[in-house]
């Protein structure tokens, strides 16, 4: 019961007008197509790009090819999933684990301070992980 609740939250919606709510979906689906590209040209060359792996080694990660498949895939299936708005919290914390480490350890900024790119997707996965799918979602339709 309990991982059902957290598997498929009820899509509550966001706001009482359609019009905030269409809004929200197309923020959802737009942040959730754009990690699942980026994650896509990371593992184009099964099971990740040799680019990737050599750049996290040149920056000193530990085990870069490990890092590289959880980065590349977790972007590709977290993307995935927000975009559907299926599993939204499965693919809410994906995304924000790989755009956390990416945005305040990689990339070494301050939260909120210094404006990065990794960091605007790790708070926005975070703003659909809390508020869930909204109604115009896969989730919604499994829940009712």
């Given at each position: 019961?309990?991982?059902?609740?957290?598997?498929?939250?009820?899509?509550k919606s966001i706001h009482r007008r359609p019009f905030?709510?269409?809004?929200?979906?197309?923020?959802?689906?737009?942040?959730?197509?754009?990690?699942?590209?980026?994650?896509w040209r990371k593992v184009q060359d099964f099971p990740v790009s040799q680019k990737f792996i050599d750049h996290l080694s040149e920056k000193g990660w530990p085990?870069?090819?490990a890092l590289?498949?959880?980065?590349?895939?977790?972007?590709?299936?977290?993307?995935?999933?927000?975009?559907?708005?299926?599993?939204?919290?499965v693919g809410g914390l994906l995304i924000m684990?790989?755009?956390?480490?990416?945005?305040?350890?990689?990339?070494?900024?301050?939260?909120?301070?210094?404006?990065?790119?990794?960091?605007?997707y790790f708070w926005a996965a975070t703003l659909f992980t809390a508020l869930g799918p909204g109604r115009l979602s896969l989730d919604r339709l499994i829940r009712s």
């Open positions: 019961m309990i991982m059902k609740q957290f598997l498929f939250p009820r899509a905030i709510e269409l809004i929200y979906t197309v923020f959802r689906v737009y942040v959730g197509y754009g990690m699942f590209q980026s994650g085990m870069p090819e590289a498949i959880m980065a590349g895939w977790g972007e590709l299936i977290g993307g995935g999933l927000l975009a559907l708005g299926l599993f939204n919290r684990a790989v755009m956390g480490v990416a945005a305040f350890v990689h990339n070494g900024v301050l939260p909120i301070v210094e404006a990065d790119h990794a960091q605007l």
